[in-house]
Structures are given as structure tokens and as C-alpha cells.
């Protein structure tokens, strides 16, 4: 037993040994590594896909998808690989998915996940308001929903002059519609012109812009940058001096003023008898 540790001693001792080891020791690694790297790039990974085009807003069913076998550096991390992710979830509202397309998670939504969907969820005591806009309104179709905007209302005072500022703050677009009542993001190749922009405010803002659309003024959306949208703050009015500029144009009529059902009964109750 001596010997034999005499004998390995001697042996490693050697520094012809020793490099002769080092470098099939790195022949190995790289030998290694080298078919490694490359079992990571050629084998191929199965993947689903779609079989058909499909349309913005469109649920995915098991027969719209197949399986393909791609390179895996093809992967990404938005590279959707199972397909419990992929069957019963929506292209999203902006996205056409090409025949023969890998999906991504950025291209497929949940229905809470849909713009129309939001309406469902608005708080009580909120009503929803469209207000009329164009291409040029909106900074050439750079209001999307999701995006939080204010308001701004411009018109001339009593005096005749001009009477501008943020009427309300921190609204959130629920959707972005053309003339025709269709999402205007639905198919990104051919953005149609806007028309309206939908979001919901507190009855009593509701009430104040439906005043403000009334008059010869004009309600302005503004949009913000993106960490205002991801931080918003509470809707409220913004100027209570235009608030007031606003409600002193208009006339609120008291409830006790305004005719019952009843009494329009009576009414023609009553022209009936003569």
C-alpha cells in the first residue's frame, strides 16, 4: 500500500503529469459544453400553434390550434409552450394571430381581460359617458384604453374671455370606438378614425359633463404618461372654479317640481271623463 501512494505521488508530481491532465481536462469541458450548447439550440421543442387565422376578440377552441416542433433558441420568454394557456383564452382586441403562428402572451387575453369586459366591473354609483372625439383629438390615435386622461374644459366667460383648465382628473378609458360602434384598435394594420371615447365617472361628474356638453364650451382629453395610468389617483373635479363657471349656466330643477306618474294618470283621467 506504501508503494502504491509512493508510486501515485511520484506520478502527479510529474509536470508533464500534470499538463497533460489539465488539458484533456479542458478538451473534455469544451467537448462537453460544445454538445451541450448545442443539444440547447437543435433540439426541437413542441410547441402549439394556430391552425386557422384568427380575428381580434375570437375564443381559441382546441380546433383552432395544432403543435409544431420548433429550435429551442426560438424561445422566448413571451413563447407560450402549453396549450392550457392557449384554449379558452381570446385574441386580444388589437391582435390579428396569422394562420401557421406560434402564440405569444402578449397576443391572447382573458375575457376579464377585454376592453368591453371593464363595463361589467364599474363601481355603483358610476355612469358610463362617450365623449365625442377625432384622429386630432385623441394625438393621432394615442389614447388607448387602459390609459388614464383628464379632462380639460375651454369656453369664454361672461367677459368674453377665453376660460381654460383641467375640469377632472385621472379617468380611465374603457374602450376607444369609430362611427361605426367597433374598437378602433381591434386590427392594428388598419386603425379606423376614432369617434367616441368610453369611460365611466361618478353620477354627479357624469351630470356636470353632460352640463358642460351642453354649453358652447369644449371638454378636452389629455392623456398622460404611462406612470400616471399605472398609478392613478381618485376621479374628482379638478377646478371648482370651472365647476362653478359650468352649474351657474345651468338651471337644477327640485324634485318635488317635477310631474308624478300619477299625476299625468289623473290628468288624462280626467280629459277622458269631460
Not at 481536462?25 to 426541437?44: E, H, M, S
Not at 361605426?180 to 381591434?186: A, I, L, R, T, Y
Not at 400616471?228 to 381618485?234: D, M
Request: glycine fraction near 6%; charged fraction near 20%; hydrophobic fraction near 35%.
Amino acid at each position: 500500500m506504501q508503494r502504491f501512494l509512493v508510486g501515485v505521488k511520484k506520478f502527479f508530481s510529474n509536470k508533464n503529469t500534470v499538463t497533460i491532465i489539465c488539458v484533456l481536462g479542458a478538451i473534455l469541458v469544451i467537448y462537453f459544453g460544445y454538445n451541450y450548447r448545442i443539444d440547447q439550440i437543435t433540439n426541437p421543442v413542441r410547441v402549439p400553434y394556430a391552425k386557422v387565422e384568427i380575428q381580434p376578440r375570437t375564443e381559441i377552441t382546441q380546433d383552432m390550434v395544432g403543435y409544431v416542433e420548433i429550435p429551442r433558441n426560438m424561445l422566448t420568454n413571451n413563447t407560450i409552450t402549453d396549450i392550457n394557456q392557449v384554449i379558452g383564452y381570446y385574441a386580444n382586441y388589437n391582435t390579428v394571430i396569422p394562420m401557421g403562428s406560434i402564440f405569444y402572451q402578449s397576443t391572447l387575453v382573458t375575457w376579464s381581460q377585454m376592453p368591453d369586459s371593464a363595463w361589467a366591473d364599474i363601481p355603483d354609483g358610476y355612469t358610463v359617458v362617450s365623449l365625442p372625439v377625432t384622429t386630432e383629438t385623441t394625438y393621432g390615435n394615442s389614447i388607448f384604453p387602459g390609459n388614464y386622461i383628464d379632462l380639460y374644459y375651454a369656453a369664454n366667460d361672461e367677459t368674453g374671455k377665453l376660460l381654460l383648465g383641467k375640469l377632472i382628473e385621472s379617468i380611465e378609458v374603457l374602450a376607444v370606438k369609430d362611427g361605426s360602434g367597433n374598437h378602433v384598435f381591434e386590427n392594428s394594420s388598419e386603425l379606423s378614425s376614432p369617434s367616441s371615447l368610453i369611460f365611466a365617472v361618478p353620477e354627479e361628474l357624469h351630470l356636470l359633463l353632460r352640463k358642460a356638453s351642453y354649453l358652447s364650451g369644449e371638454i378636452i382629453p389629455v392623456p398622460r404618461n404611462k406612470d400616471y395610468s399605472q398609478n392613478p389617483g381618485a376621479t374628482t373635479v379638478s377646478s371648482e372654479y370651472i365647476q362653478d363657471f359650468i352649474l351657474s349656466q345651468t338651471v337644477i330643477i327640485p324634485d318635488q317640481e317635477l310631474p308624478s306618474l300619477d299625476d299625468n294618470l289623473d290628468e288624462n283621467t280626467d280629459e277622458n271623463i269631460e
